[in-house]
């Protein structure tokens, strides 16, 4: 029971990765190529303070890299299992979009 309660943990924390906003929006945002920061506030409607603390979150539970050239530093999607777990996301999404508007517990 104790391995199923540290399994359902480490989910717990790999699924947050994607429960934010912002960082949806990093990942969508380097889901076809490697950006730098400058051009991921670009694409996300963030300062570069908030960018750089979900970039961190990100790479922390494992879903981007960050390569460095010179004085920049390049970010993409770790694998593309992270790809196609995006594109799983959209898939389910357009399967449940309708039941979601009718949750009370949906969080607008």
């Known amino acids: 029971m104790i391995e199923q309660t540290q399994d359902i943990n ?16 990093i990942l969508e945002s380097i889901i076809n190529g490697e950006k730098t920061v400058t051009e991921i ?8 303070s908030s960018i750089s603390q979900h970039l961190a979150c990100l790479k922390g539970c494992g879903l981007i890299t960050g390569r460095q ?8 999607l770790r694998n593309d299992h992270v790809r196609k777990l995006l594109a799983m996301f959209d898939d389910v999404l357009s399967d449940v979009q309708s ?3 009718t949750c009370p517990n949906h969080i607008k």
């Open 99 to 101: 039941d979601m508007k």
């Open 69 to 76: 050239e010179g004085k920049y530093i390049y970010y993409s």
């Open 10 to 25: 480490l989910k717990v924390e790999f699924i947050h990765g994607f429960a934010h906003k912002t960082r949806l929006q």
């Open 41 to 48: 506030i670009k694409h996300v409607d963030a300062s570069q």
